[in-house]
């Protein structure tokens, strides 16, 4: 478990994964544990998806 302010900094921890392109099992924390959900909250909030990655290198040609 953690406390609210660790489970912010999980959150944008795995904001910072998403937007870096990070695989999502890259997350530190284990199953069962409250910072592992909002790790993945992050990263789902800011990771592309791959159809958003397609359609923004064919708008770029």
């Not at 489970?7 to 944008?12: E, I, W, Y």
């Not at 904001?15 to 592992?36: F, I, K, W």
């Not at 998806?49 to 290198?57: G, I, K, M, P, T």
């Amino acid at each position: 478990m953690g406390t609210r302010g660790d489970l912010v900094r999980a959150l944008n921890a795995g904001a910072d994964a998403g937007r870096s392109g990070d695989p999502v099992t890259a997350c530190p924390y284990p199953s069962g544990d409250l910072r592992r959900s909002a790790w993945v909250r992050g990263y789902a909030k800011t990771a592309r998806l791959a159809d958003e990655q397609h359609d923004q290198e064919h708008a770029a040609e």
